[in-house]
């Protein structure tokens, strides 16, 4: 069974920094892309950040070019989302999810494996 578990949400201070993990168990981890996105209150999801399956390629939406950055260590089965320079409109429910395709990275409609989620909210 696949298993997906994000973890490291919370409180966070604006201009402040918070890191996410994802761990995956029950697939061959180095065999998927990875990417995390987003869903705001009463808002829908938005892609935020994928990392090819060699971790070669790293893909950031607009919204957090410069502030995000996404890493994967493959030994561990795990994926990061170290998010730099919090804005209140980074709170959100962040998702880690699995695709077989490096190339659909940004095709949420495409992943085929998702966590549950983490809260984070930014807020002073």
């Known amino acids: 069974q696949v298993q997906l578990v994000e973890s490291g949400g919370g409180l966070g201070q604006p201009g402040g920094s918070l890191r996410l993990s994802c761990a995956a168990s029950g697939l061959e981890f180095s065999d998927y892309a990875m990417s995390w996105a987003r869903q705001a209150p009463g808002k829908g999801l938005e892609w935020v950040s994928g990392i090819y399956k060699d971790g070669s390629v790293t893909l950031a939406a607009d919204s957090v070019k410069g502030r995000f950055a996404i890493s994967r260590d493959n030994t561990k089965n795990t994926v990061y989302l170290q998010m730099n320079s919090l804005k209140p409109e980074d709170t959100a429910l962040y998702f880690c999810?699995?695709?077989?395709?490096?190339?659909?990275?940004?095709?949420?409609?495409?992943?085929?494996?998702w966590g549950r989620g983490t809260q984070v909210t930014v807020s002073s």
């Open positions: 999810a699995a695709v077989w395709d490096d190339n659909s990275l940004m095709k949420i409609h495409e992943w085929e494996y």
